[in-house]
């Protein structure tokens, strides 16, 4: 009995043994797990920024205000050594640019114009700067014009009508604006010799008699400078004489008129009818249509010109047309003082035309421009008239004109 107590008692205490050393090991297991690997969440992370990317908008500005300083490099009224590169130079730069960077091209004479401005075919025109002139040469001395259409219209209508009449002689050209030359140079490969160009062309082919035929209007500052350079050239030719300018001579006050000033208000207010669609002036008078024509104006002396003019108009019986400038000068050619001529005198329909030998910037956009002080726009923005229009149309073209200049150069030649 005692025996299987202790058996029993012994199998116990062994159970217990043998439990406990479970409940340890399952204990340890369960104090030290292993734990389940955690998928970690994935952030998005920022993308490292990129190198910044200079600024379009900087680099075309950059670009467009490089091209426009090398055109106001250009844009001066001397030649030097370097103008023939610099004229390359600001073509090249102005192809090199997207037209986006073209539209932002400014200075203080540069704008997208200087050579996006559709003016007509260069090759229509005529630079007449060949060598082999001979000894007898007519030099027809112009400002000039960088719009291609009219200058090879009226300027080159002008040099066309003399080389026929005078078939002995050699006809040159030379202009007095390097300015335009440079820009007609730039912009479509044509040289164009200026004064001091063409006399050295001149004495270089040994030409002995020299005639100058002016195109100018008139006895003004460009014909005096003119004069000036010709003095340099004293002895290097047997002969040199000077034809009139258009006008003629200028006289001291505005009654003073002469043959020249009848020939060109004729020719002019005849053409400019017309184009209009009248028989005649007097048909546009009729009509209730005044004639507006617009020259340049200046401050040197012969300015007395325009008054001279409007003498002529009136005298002519032309009370319908009205001589105007661009430079308000003298003081009653303005274009204020003009249009409230043109009301007072009761006409309510006006046609605009250029009283200059061409049709250049003056004419296309001083006069007839989209800008609001045109005088097209500023006339219309008066209210006082039913229609403004214009007529873009350089003196220069008209038969009776060249055929002035002609009769000019007959009377110096004989």
Known sequence: MKKQIVTKMMVGAMSVMLLAGCGSSADATQTTPTPEPETAAVEEQPETPAEPEADQDAIDQQKADECAAL????????????????????????????????????????????????????????PRNADDIGENEILVVSFGTSYNDSRAKDIKGIEDAIAESYPDYSVRRAFTAQTIINHVQARDSEAIDNVDQALK??????VKNLVVQPTHLMHGAEYDELMDTLSEYGDTFDSVVVAEPLLGSVGNDASVINEDKKAVAIAVVSEAAKEAGFDDIDAAKEAGVALVLMGHGTAHEAKVSYSQMQTMM???????????????????????????????????????????????????????GEDDDSWVNVFKAS?????????????????????????HLKDVIR
Request: aromatic residues 6%; charged residues 35%.
């Open 383 to 407: 209210g006082k008239f039913e229609s403004v229009d214009t007529q873009i149309s350089g003196l220069g073209r008209i038969d009776d004109i060249q055929a002035l200049y002609v009769s």
């Open 71 to 126: 055109i106001d490099a250009i844009y001066v009224q001397e030649r030097t050594d370097s103008t023939d590169e610099q004229c390359k130079a600001a073509k090249d730069a102005w192809d090199a640019l997207t037209d986006a960077q073209k539209e932002l091209v400014e200075g203080e004479n540069a704008d997208p114009d200087y050579f996006g401005r559709d003016t007509g075919d260069a090759k229509l025109d005529d």
């Open 314 to 368: 009136d005298e002519l019986g032309y009370d319908n047309v009205f001589i105007g400038t661009v430079e308000g000068e003298p003081e009653e050619t303005a274009c204020e003082e003009v249009m409230e001529a043109v009301s007072e005198a009761g006409y309510k329909k006006v046609i605009l035309r250029p009283l200059m030998v061409v049709a250049g910037d003056h004419a296309n956009n001083d006069m007839a």
């Open 201 to 206: 062309r001149a004495a270089d082919n040994g």
